[in-house]
């Protein structure tokens, strides 16, 4: 799985203010460690960033471009900051994101077939968040329709099927168990297009030393139904291993539970025994809450 | 070809809990099919329950026509739970709102005793409801869980925020718990399962939250449906308990039912008769000519 680095984030407040005050070592320092921990890509999140767009944009990408040769996603709403970001990449980029909003398909799209590069498009559209997996694809397919004739091939396309936080009251395991379908369909549908998700949203809500575990087993079950990449935090060692294949005993009992086989609790460590159990909300087996870890 | 009409058979049974001692006790849950899923098979020992509610001091924001039917005891709240049961309750709910610090923060000794000494007046079980402030309960529930002690009261509300000294109060001194959440199914279970660890599941009943008609009542509707849903297909355990729906005061606060008495009436009526469709086992009422009405539209079933 391709892993799209997530820690430069403007809504981290050490990002906001090293953007602001064009300290490029806070930002180097966090794309060097997500590059030597094994990502990818690097996401540069920037917010709206309204003012002095174009200068900044130019400096951030430069900033990290001094420090890593890996290739940049370029994460803004500002279709003007978008451009100014593309436009400074030395590799191909990531343009992160479009969807098919009248406006994103009239300002962002064009820009993706302008630089020649990657982008990620979102299932939103104008009537806003597709409510189940039906109108989610029939949403895609328009969009991506759309930028085919604009010239953007599918290899080109990064779907997002925008994941919701599983915490959402009695609504989240219902959006956790659409999106794995989703990903499962999703090559049938649109033959050779790539996939990605923000793995963080999942557990957005959740006690922090609980969001690991939701992040980690998720991405193991998006996996196995063909997620191509996910924009997620590197430094988090127990997620790279598992996506790299190397906790093949964790990965094969997340398997076995997506499978539905039976399976004895009582044989398993006390990390196993978390795994099973968290896939099992996952796929909403059993009834999420906060303690689900405890029952 | 013949039809034949698929019939269901559930997995799951909502826990039978057991409220008051001896000959003043009910037993409410126990079903093991969806509320009124009579074609399918199961079976529901124990038919809704109902109960009037009591308040602990003389009520300040009543409209006539909710105080008429208690107008002469209503400043006497042992004497107004005696009259309830001219009114065949199963139960009496006293609600101790002079607690609450914004209203007369009255202390939790003088709270305790009187719920004891209602307790003994009357033939049916007693439930207490705190006043919801979440500090003043922990002072004034375990005070009642320990004046009361063996009564098996039903005790609530028993809050994420208080459920360790409330929740550990009742079960030392032989009660029974509400445990209430707000609205939100997620965080009912996560209450369930943190008080099941030192509290018996079997002497938990849950309150999540009754909203009047017109004042969010479907969402405390889709609540109390997809808890039994949960519980009765899916066998989840820690939402097989028992429902209480505690909504007369809900219902009594709106403007609708302030206006007039007829409307007051379907008012509460109409939001007691949907939980109790959506599953509800025992419900709290104000008005006793609402729970007249109720009743006989359930023996005209």
């Given at each position: 799985m391709v892993i799209i680095g997530e820690n430069i984030h403007v809504i981290a407040q050490a990002v906001s203010i090293a953007i602001r005050e064009k300290d490029a070592k806070v930002i180097q320092d966090l794309a060097k460690a997500q590059a030597e921990a094994g990502a990818d890509y690097i996401d540069l999140n920037v917010g709206p960033m309204k003012k002095d767009t174009e200068a900044t944009m130019q400096w951030l990408v430069n900033a990290v471009q001094e420090v890593t040769d890996l290739p940049l996603s370029i994460d803004t709403m500002n279709p003007v900051a978008m451009?100014?970001?593309?436009?400074?990449?030395?590799?191909?980029?990531?343009l992160n994101s479009a969807s098919g909003k009248t406006d994103s398909k009239e300002q962002m799209l064009p820009l993706a077939q302008k630089y020649n590069c990657d982008v990620v498009i979102s299932v939103m559209t104008d009537r806003g968040m597709p409510p189940d997996v039906d109108?989610?694809?029939?949403?895609?397919?328009?969009?991506?329709?759309?930028?085919?004739?604009?010239?953007?091939?599918?290899?080109?396309?990064?779907?997002?099927?925008?994941?919701?936080p599983i915490s959402t009251a009695g609504e989240g395991q219902r959006f956790t168990v659409l999106n794995l379908e989703f990903i499962?369909?999703?090559?049938?549908?649109?033959?050779?297009?790539?996939?990605?998700?923000?793995?963080?949203?999942?557990?957005?809500?959740?006690?922090?030393?609980?969001?690991?575990?939701?992040?980690?087993?998720?991405?193991?079950?998006?996996?196995?139904?063909?997620?191509?990449?996910?924009?997620?935090?590197?430094?988090d060692k127990e997620l790279m291993s598992l996506i790299k294949g190397e906790l093949t005993g964790i990965v094969e009992l997340i398997y076995k539970t997506m499978d539905g086989e039976d399976i004895d609790l009582s044989s398993l460590s006390q990390k196993e025994?978390?795994?099973?159990?968290?896939?099992?909300?996952?796929?909403?087996?059993?009834?999420?809450?906060?303690?689900?870890?405890e029952s | 070809m013949e039809y034949k009409a698929p019939v269901e058979a559930y997995t799951g049974v909502v826990r039978e809990v057991t409220i008051g001692k001896g000959k003043k006790s009910l037993k409410i849950g126990g079903e093991n099919m969806l509320p009124l899923h009579f074609f399918d098979q199961g079976s529901n020992p124990n038919p809704a329950k109902f109960a009037l509610e009591v308040l602990d001091m003389e009520p300040q924001d009543w409209p006539k026509h909710a105080v008429e039917p208690f107008k002469d005891v209503i400043s006497d709240p042992v004497s107004w739970a005696k009259k309830c049961q001219d009114f065949a309750v199963d139960a009496v709910s006293l609600s101790l709102i002079s607690t609450d610090p914004?209203?007369?923060?009255?202390?939790?000794?003088?709270?305790?005793?009187?719920?004891?000494?209602?307790?003994?007046?009357?033939?049916?079980?007693?439930?207490?409801?705190?006043?919801?402030?979440?500090?003043?309960d922990a002072e004034v529930l375990p005070k009642v869980a320990e004046v009361c002690d063996g009564m098996n009261l039903l005790i609530g509300p028993v809050l994420k925020e208080n459920y360790e000294v409330v929740g550990r109060a009742i079960l030392d001194h032989g009660h029974t718990a509400i445990a209430q959440s707000p609205l939100d199914i997620n965080l009912l279970?996560?209450?369930?399962?943190?008080?099941?660890?030192?509290f018996p599941p079997e002497r938990i009943v849950i309150d999540s939250l009754s909203s009047a008609l017109g004042y969010g009542m479907e969402y405390s509707f889709s609540l109390i449906e997809r808890v039994k849903q949960i519980g009765v297909i899916t066998k989840d355990s820690m939402t097989m308990m028992p429902i209480i729906a505690n909504l007369g005061a809900e219902c009594w606060k709106t403007k609708q039912?302030?206006?007039?008495?007829?409307?007051?009436?379907?008012?509460?009526?109409?939001?007691?008769?949907?939980?109790?469709?959506?599953?509800?086992?025992?419900?709290?009422?104000?008005?006793?000519?609402?729970?007249?009405?109720?009743?006989?539209?359930i023996e005209s079933r």
């Amino acid at each position: 799985m391709v892993i799209i680095g997530e820690n430069i984030h403007v809504i981290a407040q050490a990002v906001s203010i090293a953007i602001r005050e064009k300290d490029a070592k806070v930002i180097q320092d966090l794309a060097k460690a997500q590059a030597e921990a094994g990502a990818d890509y690097i996401d540069l999140n920037v917010g709206p960033m309204k003012k002095d767009t174009e200068a900044t944009m130019q400096w951030l990408v430069n900033a990290v471009q001094e420090v890593t040769d890996l290739p940049l996603s370029i994460d803004t709403m500002n279709p003007v900051a978008m451009e100014a970001g593309l436009k400074a990449c030395q590799k191909r980029p990531l343009l992160n994101s479009a969807s098919g909003k009248t406006d994103s398909k009239e300002q962002m799209l064009p820009l993706a077939q302008k630089y020649n590069c990657d982008v990620v498009i979102s299932v939103m559209t104008d009537r806003g968040m597709p409510p189940d997996v039906d109108s989610k694809i029939e949403s895609i397919m328009d969009t991506v329709a759309y930028a085919n004739e604009l010239g953007i091939p599918n290899e080109d396309i990064w779907v997002d099927p925008i994941l919701l936080p599983i915490s959402t009251a009695g609504e989240g395991q219902r959006f956790t168990v659409l999106n794995l379908e989703f990903i499962k369909i999703l090559e049938d549908v649109l033959p050779g297009v790539k996939s990605t998700v923000g793995l963080s949203n999942t557990s957005n809500g959740v006690p922090d030393q609980l969001r690991p575990l939701l992040n980690r087993t998720y991405a193991v079950m998006l996996g196995k139904n063909g997620l191509y990449s996910a924009i997620a935090d590197p430094l988090d060692k127990e997620l790279m291993s598992l996506i790299k294949g190397e906790l093949t005993g964790i990965v094969e009992l997340i398997y076995k539970t997506m499978d539905g086989e039976d399976i004895d609790l009582s044989s398993l460590s006390q990390k196993e025994v978390e795994y099973v159990k968290t896939a099992k909300v996952l796929m909403a087996e059993t009834l999420y809450s906060d303690a689900w870890l405890e029952s | 070809m013949e039809y034949k009409a698929p019939v269901e058979a559930y997995t799951g049974v909502v826990r039978e809990v057991t409220i008051g001692k001896g000959k003043k006790s009910l037993k409410i849950g126990g079903e093991n099919m969806l509320p009124l899923h009579f074609f399918d098979q199961g079976s529901n020992p124990n038919p809704a329950k109902f109960a009037l509610e009591v308040l602990d001091m003389e009520p300040q924001d009543w409209p006539k026509h909710a105080v008429e039917p208690f107008k002469d005891v209503i400043s006497d709240p042992v004497s107004w739970a005696k009259k309830c049961q001219d009114f065949a309750v199963d139960a009496v709910s006293l609600s101790l709102i002079s607690t609450d610090p914004a209203v007369k923060n009255a202390p939790a000794d003088k709270a305790a005793a009187l719920a004891k000494e209602v307790a003994e007046a009357i033939d049916v079980p007693l439930i207490v409801y705190g006043s919801g402030d979440e500090k003043k309960d922990a002072e004034v529930l375990p005070k009642v869980a320990e004046v009361c002690d063996g009564m098996n009261l039903l005790i609530g509300p028993v809050l994420k925020e208080n459920y360790e000294v409330v929740g550990r109060a009742i079960l030392d001194h032989g009660h029974t718990a509400i445990a209430q959440s707000p609205l939100d199914i997620n965080l009912l279970k996560e209450l369930n399962v943190k008080l099941s660890k030192f509290f018996p599941p079997e002497r938990i009943v849950i309150d999540s939250l009754s909203s009047a008609l017109g004042y969010g009542m479907e969402y405390s509707f889709s609540l109390i449906e997809r808890v039994k849903q949960i519980g009765v297909i899916t066998k989840d355990s820690m939402t097989m308990m028992p429902i209480i729906a505690n909504l007369g005061a809900e219902c009594w606060k709106t403007k609708q039912a302030k206006e007039n008495k007829e409307q007051g009436l379907l008012w509460e009526g109409i939001t007691a008769l949907s939980l109790l469709l959506a599953g509800a086992n025992i419900l709290v009422l104000r008005h006793p000519e609402t729970l007249k009405l109720i009743k006989e539209i359930i023996e005209s079933r």
